[in-house]
C-alpha cells in the first residue's frame, strides 16, 4: 500500500490542533494498521526530516521500543500550591490526561500557535469549560504567587531542551518574575535524532521544575527536577486567588 497523498499538508493541519507528539501517533497507528512497518518506515523516511517529532516516534515503534508514558502525576506534584495554570503550546494527549485532574486550579491555553495555524476554539471546545482561552496579551491577569506556567518539553539532554516556539515569547526575564513556577513537561524522554524543526531551543535551567517521564515499569513515578535554583519572589501584580 502507498501512503496516502499530500500526507504532509494533513499531518501539520492536524498537528496544528493536536500537537506534534498527538498528531504523530495518530498517523502512525492509522499507517501501521494499513500496511504495518513497511508503510510507518516509508512515512518516516518522506516525511521525518520536516516532522521530527513524527520522526522520532516512528523511531522509536519501529525499535521495537516503549514510549515514553504521558503520566501527568509529575506534573500535577510540581502544581503543589497552584491555584492557577498557563499552558503554553499545544499536545492534546498530554492536556487529556491533566485538564480533569486539576482541581481547584484555574486553567488556561496560551492561544499562540507557534507557527502552525490551530483554530483554538475547536481545540478548547474539548475540554468542556475546563481550560479558558488566554491571549499574549493578557498573561499579567495570570500572574501570581500561586500561579504558574507551563509547557511542553520535545526531550532534553541536560544542556538543551525543545519547546514550542510560543515559549519564547512569554517567559522573558520580565514575565517569568511573576510566577512563581515555570514547569516543562518533557513528552518525549529522550532527544531528537533530526533537526529539530518546528521548535526553539532553551535551557533546561529556564525552568523551575522539570518533570522527566517515568522510566519502564510497573510503579515507576515521573522525576521531577529542579534545574535552577528557585526563582526570586513574584511581583505582586496580582496575586491569585
Known amino acids: 500500500m502507498a501512503l496516502p497523498p499530500a500526507l504532509g499538508q494533513a499531518f501539520r493541519m492536524v498537528a496544528g490542533e493536536l500537537g506534534m507528539r498527538s498528531a504523530a501517533r495518530l498517523f502512525l497507528r492509522e499507517l501501521m494498521a494499513a500496511g504495518g512497518a ?3 518506515r516509508e512515512a518516516r523516511d518522506q516525511l521525518g526530516r520536516e516532522f521530527p517529532v513524527l520522526d522520532f516516534i516512528a523511531e522509536q515503534w519501529l525499535a521495537g521500543r516503549a ?16 491555584t492557577r495554570l498557563l499552558v503554553v503550546g499545544l499536545e492534546a494527549d498530554g492536556l487529556d ?5 486539576l482541581t481547584g486550579v484555574e486553567a488556561g491555553l496560551v492561544t499562540d500557535g507557534g507557527g502552525l495555524d490551530p483554530d483554538f476554539r475547536r481545540v478548547l471546545a474539548n475540554y468542556d469549560g475546563l481550560m479558558t482561552a488566554v ?3 493578557e498573561l499579567h491577569r495570570w500572574a501570581g504567587r500561586r500561579s504558574a506556567l507551563l509547557t511542553f518539553v520535545y526531550g532534553t539532554d ?9 515559549w519564547l515569547r512569554v517567559s522573558g526575564p520580565d514575565v517569568r518574575t511573576q510566577f512563581r ?4 513537561w518533557d513528552i518525549l524522554g529522550r532527544p531528537m535524532t533530526v533537526y529539530p ?7 533546561p535551567a529556564d525552568f523551575s521544575c522539570l518533570v522527566r517521564p517515568p522510566p519502564p515499569g510497573p510503579g ?10 528557585p526563582a526570586p519572589a513574584p511581583a505582586r501584580t496580582r496575586e491569585a486567588t
Do not use: C, F, K
Not at 181 to 184: A, K, P, R, V
Open 38 to 40: 513497511p508503510l510507518v
Open 135 to 137: 491571549e499574549l496579551s
Open 181 to 184: 513556577s515555570l514547569i516543562g
Open 158 to 166: 541536560g544542556h538543551a531542551a525543545h519547546v514550542s516556539p510560543s
Open 220 to 229: 515507576a513515578a515521573a522525576a521531577v527536577t529542579s534545574p535552577r535554583a
Open 97 to 101: 490526561a491533566l485538564a480533569p485532574r
Open 197 to 203: 524543526r518546528w521548535m526553539v531551543e532553551t535551557s
Open 67 to 82: 514510549e515514553a508514558p504521558l503520566d501527568p502525576a509529575g506534573v500535577l506534584e510540581a502544581l503543589r500550591g497552584v
